[in-house]
T-cell receptor
Framework: DTGVSQNPRHKITKRGQNVTFRCDPI?????LYWYRQTLGQGPEFLTY????????KSRLLSDRFSAERPKGSFSTLEIQRTEQGDSAMYLC?????????????FGPGTRLLVL | GDSVTQMEGPVTLSEEAFLTINCTYT??????LFWYVQYPGEGLQLLLK?????DKGSNKGFEATYRKETTSFHLEKGSVQVSDSAVYFC??????????FGQGTRLTINP
């Protein structure tokens, strides 16, 4: 039973470059979430998918951010024209469908550093 | 909007001490409440949860009771170990949507 996986684990990029992260959820989970965590803070919600449909986006998700889950399996998060303020840990989580209270299982995260 | 407030850290205790980490929330309706833990160098793991008022979640000697009257979900453990050193996050969710996290409490246990 594999958990949530994320790639890459670390990414260093220069300001202005584009980056893309991948998340592979637990196979039977329909829901997939993206969060961002900065040093010393709790994770903040970015967006979530039910199968391939993107159902909610945070106002934190500016126009430079886009997320996809094309076949309802893995998901990608792209950041265009990166800024130093984008430096953070990007977390992916998945959960089964249900009526509420389902546990979200987190991946190890992708740490992004924008120079 | 929904929010979670945790006690300020860091918290440093001696082994076998009693632990309480306070957590209060603001939310409409009836959220589900969670404690997640992040050990050094590892990802977030669910520690325990409660989905309705007066429920008690428990795991690995940790407990928390969902108190709707005080909008609280305080984490307790009777006797902590060095291996409990980690960052603890209180969180809530309404329906099946996003988790809203507190800022985290760093716990260090000295032998």
């Amino acid at each position: 039973d594999t958990g949530v996986s994320q790639n890459p684990r670390h990414k260093i990029t220069k300001r202005g470059q584009n980056v893309t992260f991948r998340c592979d959820p637990i196979s039977e989970h329909n829901r997939l979430y993206w969060y961002r965590q900065t040093l010393g803070q709790g994770p903040e919600f970015l967006t979530y998918f039910q199968n391939e449909a993107q159902l909610e986006k945070s106002r934190l998700l500016s126009d430079r951010f886009s997320a996809e889950r094309p076949k309802g399996s893995f998901s990608t998060l792209e950041i265009q024209r990166t800024e130093q303020g984008d430096s953070a840990m990007y977390l992916c989580a998945s959960s089964p469908s249900g009526t509420g209270g389902e546990t979200q299982y987190f991946g190890p995260g992708t740490r992004l550093l924008v120079l | 909007g929904d929010s979670v407030t945790q006690m300020e850290g860091p918290v440093t205790l001696s082994e076998e001490a009693f632990l309480t980490i306070n957590c209060t929330y603001t939310a409409t309706g009836y959220p589900s409440l969670f404690w997640y833990v992040q050990y050094p160098g590892e990802g977030l793991q669910l520690l325990l949860k409660a989905t309705k008022a007066d429920d008690k979640g428990s795991n690995k000697g940790f407990e928390a009771t969902y108190r709707k009257e005080t909008t609280s979900f305080h984490l307790e453990k009777g006797s902590v170990q060095v291996s409990d050193s980690a960052v603890y996050f209180c969180a809530l969710t309404r329906g099946a949507q996003k988790l809203v996290f507190g800022q985290g409490t760093r716990l260090t246990i000295n032998p």
